[in-house]
């Protein structure tokens, strides 16, 4: 038998909670021994429950109890979940966790003291929820060098551009409408303005890559101002608009991470991805196009690909796995404006759209002209050719109408 | 430095080189130790390649070199792959494989093996070629109890059917361009029969129910007799046809395994696998459906698959991993004429469809009926209620008109 302790028990930490005594005996076959919850680490009280005796306030009573060898950190949050990480490490445990924003923050320095001290620091949950992604993509890919990494990794925003497409009602709208489902927060402002998704797309660079990427060196922008007319525009051109994260090794060594809004052609896997759901592709040089689908969030995935690690962790007490990277390095993250892009833009003209479009071709040469029921008179869609992101802003600035809308296409 | 050898210079074996050759650097560092390729088994010449040195035609060489720890079996067949593996194994060598046939066959018994002699079989590789599948299913989803898999497991008939689909093309038709294309081999039958598929989900079965399953036990139909009518009606029904691998958990403890053709609803993400790609979805009491896409053969992909598990075997020469399943049992697997299942229907009446169709409605009640262009006017489509397969076949012989084609519905 060997004693584990959960830190945190929210949404996620309960679920852990619920699985490894559910699942008990299936479990301790896949781990060659059974999981015992010695302790719970929460300030709040759960009286009623089956195992309401297991709770303390005190973190020391996990740090200090010698018979506690692995504890699943469910807390979120920098602080104290760093400190609490980092003392856990030290003293020779090992520590699972779903904190996407921990490791993001410091995964480098807490997978470097885990190596020093031969325990594991796993963390599957932290990106896809319960899809197996990091694990996969360390294992199993192994034999390739990957160059990409593309996915759809926030299901709350996911779950608004389906709505949007489907319904063709506006982001706000759909926005209320996933409050009031509970797939979004009364906050929404980390899962909308993409910095959720900055943090997967930073941990699966950095496993993907080996060098760790800071979530503050990464261009990261939100769905808010998506709008029914551009959800119309991309139909148009066969696409549909989702929040892509995005990691590309180039051949100079630097690294093109990116969270943005894009038009995703229907004949990319990722394009069918909707409501909740999440998925990564990775490509490499050997296996082509990989991809993997499921659900990204919520109690029972999460908790599912928590109790994997812990059930990994048990069976490796003493043997290191294979997750590891090195510090991030200065100017390793490449400036996203000097990437090569195709942009659909969306114009109010001046005086006439005539003159705008001819503008436009003057500036761009041909272009790909989109239409949509309902367009505005004065109102041009197009999409440019590649060119720098920076080069298609400059031209931008010189047509004879307003830029209403710019966005990405994901080639 | 790690001795291995290859069996087999095929399209998978050349590939194992290939990538082994290449990617060294980058493989070294994730075995943390250099992996070198002593010898190939192959009983041709192969004159004029950088490696044409390491060629033998005796396997002696291979069981009988103390130094060789890891073979990758990339022969095919039955025999003597067999015969090979155990013997490799049962002197202590780690044997890695990408041979469908063997592993549905013996996996059992060379995994027995393998746990008494402490050395790994795997073969990530027999599964959806270089998807990950058979390893995220054993570990990251090991918290779950697994109750389902189904899987669009064949690349050649899936391209088969995306193309009668896209193209309206004939059966026939499409088989001879994936020919001409090198998709489909010269006798198509294990394609197009279904053999191939069925040794996967027998695979797939074991892994995630922990008890073998024969192809012999296992119902399989192939695609041969779907016609473009057939793809016109589940059109109309929100469908498209796949060929399905599928494997059930009953709560009696039988096991429903099958691969036949089925109607997929588009909201079924297997929907919109399309071309050569593989799709497997695996479905979990805590995770929900997860789904592992990606090329499902070809050379450098299962090569890639291949070589992640030579890595894997690399870092565990002396610890046993995961994998294992008990020898198959007498009726476990269930009979699939009792398995509950809505029917595609196409019928041609005696003498008149309305007369047909009041039958239909007498046997079955209210029928989903379906209609396409063209429709010849004694032609009844419809889909049935939800019934054991053996109660729906009784009523169809007793319809007043000639069943030309009969498809099961994914649910």
Chains 1, 2 share one sequence.
């Not at 990494?149 to 925003?157: A, R, S």
């Not at 139909?235 to 894009?262: E, H, Q, W």
Request: with cysteine; proline share 3%.
């Amino acid at each position: 038998m060997i004693d584990v302790a959960i830190m945190g028990h929210g949404v996620v930490g309960s679920g852990v909670a619920e699985v490894l005594l559910k699942n008990a005996e299936h479990i301790s076959e896949k781990a060659k021994t059974s999981i015992n919850i010695k302790k719970i680490l929460d300030l709040r009280e759960f009286p009623g429950l089956t195992y309401s005796d297991k709770f303390t306030k005190d973190f020391n009573e996990i740090l200090d109890d010698p018979d506690i060898r692995v504890v699943a950190e469910v807390m979120g949050g920098l602080h104290p979940a760093y400190e609490f990480t980092k003392a856990l490490l030290e003293s020779g445990k090992s520590v699972v966790s779903s904190n996407k924003e921990l490791v993001a923050e410091k995964g480098d320095e807490l997978l470097r003291i885990a190596e020093e001290k031969n325990v594991n620091y796993l963390f599957e949950a932290s990106v896809g929820g319960g899809i197996p992604v990091l694990r996969p993509i360390a294992q199993c890919l192994a034999a390739n060098g990957l160059y990409e990494v593309q996915g759809i990794l926030n299901g709350t925003t996911n779950f608004i551009m389906t709505k949007m497409v489907s319904d063709g009602e506006p982001f706000e709208e759909v926005l209320a409408e996933a409050q009031r489902l509970g797939y979004a927060e009364k906050d929404p402002t980390a899962d909308v303005e993409g910095h959720d998704a900055c943090r997967k797309i930073c941990i699966l660079a950095a496993l993907a890559f080996g060098k760790h990427v800071y979530p503050k060196d990464v261009y990261t922008e939100g769905i808010t101002k998506i709008t029914s007319a551009d959800i119309q525009y991309a139909d148009f051109a066969g696409c549909v608009i989702k929040l892509i994260g995005r990691a590309r090794m180039a051949d100079n060594g630097k690294c093109s991470v990116t969270v943005y809004p894009a038009f995703v052609p229907k004949k990319n896997q990722l394009a069918h991805v909707e409501d909740v759901f999440n998925a990564v592709m990775v490509r490499g040089d050997a296996v082509g196009d990989v991809m993997f689908y499921g659900r990204g969030a919520g109690k029972l995935p999460t908790a599912s690909a928590v109790v994997a690690d812990i059930i990994d962790a048990v069976k490796h007490l003493s043997a290191r796995k294979y997750l590891s990277w090195a510090p991030a390095e200065d100017g390793y993250v490449s400036d996203h404006t000097e990437d090569t892009v195709r942009l659909y833009v969306r114009v109010k003209a001046d005086k006439c759209r005539d003159c705008l479009r001819a503008k436009a071709e003057e500036l761009f040469g041909e272009l790909q002209l989109l239409g949509r029921n309902g367009e505005a008179g004065d109102e041009l869609a197009f999409i440019t050719p590649f060119a720098s992101e920076k080069q298609l802003m400059a031209q931008l600035a010189k047509l004879n109408g307003t830029v209403l809308s710019t966005i990405r296409l994901l080639d």
